[in-house]
């Protein structure tokens, strides 16, 4: 399960780079929200 876990949010991890690149500024923060809330997710899984 982990490791489906790990693949799925290495993709999400990657479109939001890509969104990032896109957006600038406010991609960054909205990357960096959405990267501490998966983990906190994770840890809470």
């Given at each position: 399960?982990e490791?489906?876990?790990?693949?799925t949010?290495?993709?999400?991890?990657?479109?939001?780079?890509?969104?990032?690149?896109?957006?600038g500024f406010?991609?960054t923060?909205?990357?960096?929200?959405t990267?501490?809330?998966?983990k906190?997710?994770?840890?809470?899984?």
């Amino acid at each position: 399960m982990e490791t489906i876990r790990q693949r799925t949010s290495g993709n999400k991890g990657e479109k939001a780079l890509l969104v990032l690149r896109h957006s600038g500024f406010v991609g960054t923060l909205l990357a960096a929200r959405t990267d501490a809330l998966s983990k906190s997710i994770a840890l809470a899984g």
